[in-house]
C-alpha cells in the first residue's frame, strides 16, 4: 500500500470506515510490532504495546490528511514504547536482560535475533527505526534528540557491528 493509499484509509478510518481499520492494521502490524520489540526486547510487552496502539489509533485518527503516514503511525509505536518502557521505571538498556529469559522456539532464535541482541539499545534502535520503521537519518535524529550527523554516523557503525557478529567476530 503506498503512502498516498494508507493516507486515504486514515481519513476513512477518522469517518469510521471499519474495513480502513482492518487494512491499516494489516498493512503496518508487522513493522510497529518489529519496532516495539526490537526497542524492548520483550514479546509479550511489544504485543501489549501494539495492542493500545491499535487502539489509540481506532479510537482517535490523525486529523488531516498525511504526507507519510506509515513513517507518523511507527513513530506513535515508538513514542508509546518508550513511554511505557520509562512508565515502568525501566531504562531501554535495562530491557537488553529481559533477551535472556526468552523460551520460544529455535525457529525465534535465528542468527539475526541472536547477532541483534548483541547490539546495544541504541544501535537497535537506529537500525529498527531506518530498516522496520523507514525513517530517514533527520527523522531519526528528531526521534532520538540527536544530530543528523551523529545518527547516520551511529547507524553505520552499528550495521558494521552487526555484519561483524554476523561473520563470527564479537
Given at each position: 500500500?503506498?503512502?498516498?493509499?494508507?493516507?486515504?484509509?486514515?481519513i476513512l478510518l477518522k469517518s469510521?470506515d471499519k474495513n480502513a481499520f482492518?487494512?491499516?492494521?494489516?498493512?503496518?502490524?508487522?513493522?510497529?510490532?518489529?519496532?516495539?520489540?526490537?526497542?524492548?526486547?520483550?514479546?509479550?510487552?511489544?504485543?501489549?504495546?501494539?495492542?493500545?496502539?491499535?487502539?489509540?489509533?481506532?479510537?482517535?485518527?490523525?486529523?488531516?490528511?498525511?504526507?507519510?503516514?506509515?513513517?507518523?503511525?511507527?513513530?506513535?509505536?515508538?513514542?508509546?514504547?518508550?513511554?511505557?518502557?520509562?512508565?515502568?521505571?525501566?531504562?531501554?538498556?535495562?530491557?537488553?536482560?529481559?533477551?535472556?529469559?526468552?523460551?520460544?522456539?529455535?525457529?525465534?532464535?535465528?542468527?539475526?535475533?541472536?547477532?541483534?541482541?548483541?547490539?546495544?539499545?541504541?544501535?537497535?534502535?537506529?537500525?529498527?527505526?531506518?530498516?522496520?520503521?523507514?525513517?530517514?537519518?533527520?527523522?531519526?535524529?528528531?526521534?532520538?534528540?540527536?544530530?543528523?550527523?551523529?545518527?547516520?554516523?551511529?547507524?553505520?557503525?552499528?550495521?558494521?557491528?552487526?555484519?561483524?557478529?554476523?561473520?563470527?567476530?564479537?
Amino acid at each position: 500500500m503506498t503512502d498516498k493509499e494508507l493516507s486515504g484509509k486514515l481519513i476513512l478510518l477518522k469517518s469510521g470506515d471499519k474495513n480502513a481499520f482492518e487494512e491499516i492494521y494489516h498493512e503496518i502490524n508487522t513493522a510497529a510490532y518489529t519496532v516495539a520489540y526490537r526497542i524492548t526486547g520483550d514479546r509479550h510487552l511489544a504485543e501489549d504495546i501494539i495492542q493500545e496502539f491499535f487502539v489509540k489509533l481506532y479510537r482517535k485518527p490523525p486529523e488531516s490528511p498525511l504526507e507519510k503516514p506509515r513513517a507518523y503511525l511507527l513513530r506513535m509505536v515508538h513514542n508509546l514504547t518508550i513511554d511505557k518502557l520509562e512508565k515502568a521505571h525501566m531504562n531501554i538498556d535495562d530491557c537488553e536482560n529481559m533477551l535472556s529469559d526468552k523460551t520460544d522456539d529455535a525457529d525465534a532464535r535465528i542468527d539475526l535475533e541472536r547477532a541483534f541482541e548483541k547490539l546495544s539499545s541504541e544501535e537497535r534502535q537506529l537500525i529498527t527505526l531506518h530498516l522496520n520503521g523507514g525513517f530517514k537519518f533527520r527523522e531519526i535524529a528528531e526521534i532520538m534528540n540527536i544530530p543528523t550527523g551523529t545518527a547516520l554516523w551511529r547507524y553505520r557503525k552499528a550495521i558494521n557491528k552487526l555484519r561483524n557478529i554476523l561473520n563470527g567476530g564479537e
